[in-house]
């Protein structure tokens, strides 16, 4: 087997660089281009060289452990103010984009350790600052940066002026660095490092979502800072603000995020026709209307007849729906658009026939991922089909006896994989025992020496690679465990000093992982 790896340490004359020389990987310092007058190098100069140095051979001296610090970041975005702060999403030609915020990435970057990051002010003339942005790895000698320009000037709705005041222009430096500084650090860091990150607060979050009415309310608040009222909430959400389900009010905390940071604006996620603001209001009407309607025979010119003053109102009666129209949603709760086959336009956002509605969640469910989600999402939709139209009622019924039996077989997948992963552990356990009576037929060594629990650890390594490769779902993060500079060490170690026992479970595991995602394996 053969594995590369992009992570080689740069040539030595770039790794002893002074902080002030800002340059990318593979350019060279030109000693020679120093004027002779110049004389000695200066001893901020000599300071600034040493700490450097000092910084580097700490960092080579105390590598990283990527286990220890893996699970420290794991552990770090467990916390809900971490969480909730670590995505930000914006909308750009017409989809909206995602990642993680500045926040996460220098918690991540905390915890992984020997990285130098930061933004420094290069030079300030003609109503101009000259920036960089950079991040160090000083284990691997990795360096990235981002220089750019910030102008002393500040865009208000009346129009802009100049910034004089060095506090001003200081924050306008250190806002427009923080999203380079993000960048550089996230190519740092490993992106499988980011994204296990990311999921662990996405789980986070799922399990903290707060939709209390306290909570909803300290949501408005917070958005109306920046002119989102209730109504433009809900309009976006398709349904009332106590109606609002945790997968929402996720993606509501991403886009406050966003606006928080400036990355986009109020315009880019929420409706601002005036008319659109009373959808919901105008159904709620519409029902009210027919409730009317029913009550006085259904026709407004016949003869009305005055009821009784102490006549009770009549119980168990379900006034119909004088217009039926059901908002799509997804899995996660977002708003669905219809698109036409032919020209590729969205045609709409509802269906006004409760028939449709029905037909088409019916269509959607197998292919789904999360059916019950799905199906969930859409309670408010389903509850009015079923209430117009006895058809739809059936055809929802069926589907939801559909989503149970997709349920039922999810569960039986997850109990072979269970099965499965029970049957991996006695194969291994048995090896194992296999090899403890060999040794103890050939009598190679006593049981406490020194290379039998140094073979015990190299087993236990192979073992724990071997997890490692069960769990990965797929062959791309599968491809970047491989890719793993531990993974390559613990493959050549294991293969060097134990080739008939540990090294032959590391690569078992490996080829049965390959054979998984049909990848060929190099000899």
């Known amino acids: 087997m053969s594995w590369s790896s992009n992570n080689a340490p740069p040539p030595d004359d770039e790794q002893n660089l002074p902080a002030t020389t800002f340059r990318r990987p593979g350019e060279h310092y030109d000693t020679t281009a120093v004027p002779a007058q110049q004389g000695l190098i200066s001893v901020e100069q000599q300071r600034a060289i040493a700490e450097v140095q000092a910084r580097m051979i700490i960092a080579r001296s105390n590598p990283r452990d990527e286990r220890r610090a893996l699970e420290a ?6 916390r809900r103010t971490l969480a909730e702060t670590a995505h930000y999403s914006y909308s750009r030609g017409g989809q909206d984009v995602s990642g993680p915020t500045i926040r996460l990435a220098e918690a991540v970057a905390r915890r992984w350790g020997n990285i130098a990051s930061g933004i420094k002010v290069l030079n300030r003339v003609n109503g101009y600052s000259e920036c960089v942005a950079y991040a160090w790895d000083l284990e691997t000698g990795y360096y990235d940066e981002r220089q750019f320009q910030v102008k002393h000037w500040r865009d208000t709705k009346k129009g802009g002026y100049v910034l004089t005041d060095e506090r001003d222009i200081y924050e306008t430096e250190m806002n427009m660095g923080q999203r380079r500084k993000r960048a550089v650090l996230l190519t740092v860091i490993p992106g499988d490092i980011i994204e296990a990150a990311e999921d662990q607060c996405d789980e986070t979050l799922k399990a903290n979502a707060d939709t209390s009415p306290e909570a909803l309310k300290k949501m408005v608040e917070a958005f109306a800072v920046f002119g989102v009222t209730q109504a433009d909430i809900e309009i976006r959400c398709q349904r009332h603000l106590e109606s609002i389900n945790p997968a929402q009010l996720i993606q ?3 886009i406050y995020n966003s606006l928080r940071d400036g990355m986009s604006s109020k315009d880019d996620w929420f409706v601002n026709d005036p008319a659109a603001r009373v959808v919901n209001q105008q159904r709620r009407i519409d029902v009210q209307r027919a409730a009317q309607k029913a009550a006085t025979g259904g026709d407004q010119q016949q003869k009305k007849v005055e009821a009784p003053k102490d ?5 168990d009666v379900v006034p119909p729906l004088a217009e039926f129209r059901a908002f799509l949603s997804d899995e996660a709760g977002n708003p669905i658009e219809l698109i036409d086959k032919d020209t590729g336009e969205v045609t709409q956002q509802s269906i006004s026939n409760p028939v449709d509605f029905a ?34 009622t059936t055809i929802l019924e069926a589907v939801k006896v559909k989503i149970q039996e997709m349920d039922a077989q999810r569960m039986q997948l997850a109990d072979k994989k269970t099965a499965a992963e029970a049957a991996a552990s006695a194969q291994r356990e048995s090896a194992l025992k296999a090899e403890a009576e060999r040794r103890e037929q050939e009598k ?8 039998d629990q140094r073979r015990a650890r190299a ?44 090294w032959v479970i590391f690569d078992t595991g490996f080829r049965e992982a390959c054979k998984r995602f049909n990848i060929k394996v190099e000899e």
């Open 359 to 392: 037909n088409w969640l019916a269509g959607v469910i197998p292919s789904s991922g999360n059916p019950g989600a799905l199906y969930d999402n859409n309670l408010e939709g389903i509850a009015d089909a079923m209430t117009a139209s006895g058809e739809a």
């Open 252 to 254: 509501l905390r991403k």
């Open 459 to 502: 087993i236990q390594t192979a073992n724990q690679w071997v997890e490692e490769m069960q769990k990965v779902e797929d062959s791309d993060k599968f491809r970047l465990l491989v890719a793993n500079t531990a993974f390559q060490t613990s493959n050549a170690r294991l293969k060097r000093d134990y080739p008939d026992d540990a």
């Open 311 to 315: 006549a009770e109102p009549p119980k």
């Open 73 to 78: 970041i794991l552990r770090d975005c467990t």
């Open 444 to 451: 190679v060594a006593p049981a406490e020496s020194i290379d």
